[in-house]
């Protein structure tokens, strides 16, 4: 499995590939056949959350939007601001952090069953009017590493809301991969 780095190797084979076909006298001990890579055990790597912050809440109250989030996810009140498994995601809105329960659909595909397409397919997209997160102006990421301390202090300033998220573990990433 390639955790970071997949279109750096793929450029590398198709260098090589390239080379190799123009190279009538190609033995196979040409240096264009190598690229440094470096190999950890899965059990020596960690993979952060990636957290998402919404400028606004599409024109609903947040009384109105913490009723919709409830209804989809169930609400409590009072959470961790870092989510303690997956299926769990901390929404902080107003001053106050929420607990989130994703609901998944054991059938649906690995990208599908992560916590970030839930969150995306049943309150980001049809309640917030963020259809696509790679373009849309009203969404931004926060990398885990900064922690949900910046989300508090984003939010706090500048309003909207934030959500974090619990990271996506080496099983989920190996079945995507997979399949």
Known sequence: ???????????AARVARMRRERNPQHTGQ???????????????????????????????APADFLAKAKAIFGLTENAAPSPTAVGKVSMYLG??????????DAKADPVSRLDVSVLQDKLLAPVLGIHDVRTDKRIDFVGGIRGPGELVKWVDAEGGGAFSMFPVTLAQLMDIADA
């Open 30 to 60: 040409e240096d264009y056949i190598w690229f440094l890579c470096v190999l950890f055990p899965a059990s020596e790597l960690k993979i952060l959350p990636y957290n998402r912050i919404v400028v606004d809440l599409h024109g609903h």
């Open 1 to 11: 499995y390639i955790a970071d780095g997949h279109h750096r190797a793929a450029s």
């Open 95 to 104: 001053g106050k952090w929420y607990g989130l329960k994703m609901p998944v």
